[in-house]
C-alpha cells in the first residue's frame, strides 16, 4: 500500500512539475494577459470572448484549452458588434479542398478543432450570411510563419481598421456595401 500512495505521489508530483512548466513561457503569458479578463456574466466556452484571436489560448499548450485549427468571430457591419449569427466561413485550403463550417453562433464565433479540418496553408476564406451574401477576402490567410500557421481571424483583423488591420470580419460595411 506504501509503494503505491509513493507511486501515486510521484505521479502527480510530475505532472504539476510539467504543468508548471508549460505555463512558464512569459512570452505567451503576456499575450493571454493582453487580452483582458473574461466579460462580466459571460462564462468560458463558445460565446466568449468574441472578437479576440482565439488560438492565443487556443493553441494546444499544454494546459492551455483545446486546440482550434481555425477561430474567429463575424459581425453584421464593419462599425458595429452586432455578431453575424448563423453565418458560414468556407474555406479553400492549399489542395484546393474546400470546407464548409459549422455556422457562426449566437456571438459570432466559429471554430475548428484539428479532428474536424487541419488545413494546408494557405487559405481562402469565402464567409456566407444568413441572408445569402457573402463575401471573399481578398488576400490569403498564410499563417504566421511560426511553427503552427495561426488561423485566428482577429489576429489580423481587429478594430479599428487602417494600416495595420482591415477591421473586423464583417458581412457589409456601414453604408451597406461589401468588404474589398
Known amino acids: 500500500m506504501k509503494q503505491v500512495v509513493t507511486l501515486a505521489l510521484a505521479v502527480l508530483a510530475g505532472a504539476a512539475a510539467v504543468a508548471a512548466a ?8 503576456d499575450k ?8 462580466q456574466g459571460v462564462r468560458q466556452g463558445p460565446l466568449h470572448r468574441p472578437g479576440q484571436p482565439c488560438l492565443v489560448c487556443h493553441d494546444g499548450a499544454l494546459g492551455d484549452p ?3 485549427t481555425l477561430a474567429g468571430t463575424i459581425y453584421e ?10 453565418a458560414t466561413v468556407v474555406v479553400t485550403d ?8 459549422p455556422a457562426t453562433n449566437a456571438a459570432g464565433n466559429f471554430y475548428v478543432t484539428p479532428g474536424q479540418l ?6 481562402q476564406i469565402t464567409v456566407r450570411g444568413s441572408q445569402g451574401q457573402s463575401v ?10 511560426t511553427v503552427e500557421p495561426d488561423g485566428s481571424c482577429a489576429g489580423c483583423h ?7 488591420s482591415p477591421g473586423r470580419v464583417c458581412l457589409q460595411l456601414d453604408d451597406g456595401g461589401t468588404p474589398p
Not at 32 to 39: C, F, I, M, S
Not at 94 to 101: D, I, M, P, R, V
Open 94 to 101: 492549399a489542395t484546393g479542398a474546400k470546407h464548409e463550417l
Open 22 to 29: 508549460g505555463a512558464c513561457d512569459p512570452v505567451h503569458d
Open 158 to 164: 481587429v478594430d479599428p481598421p487602417g494600416a495595420a
Open 77 to 86: 457591419t464593419l462599425g458595429s458588434t452586432t455578431p453575424a449569427a448563423g
Open 136 to 145: 471573399v477576402m481578398q488576400s490569403l490567410v498564410l499563417g504566421n510563419g
Open 118 to 123: 487541419d488545413p494546408a496553408f494557405p487559405l
Open 66 to 68: 483545446q486546440r482550434f
Open 32 to 39: 493571454v494577459a493582453a487580452l483582458g479578463p473574461e466579460t
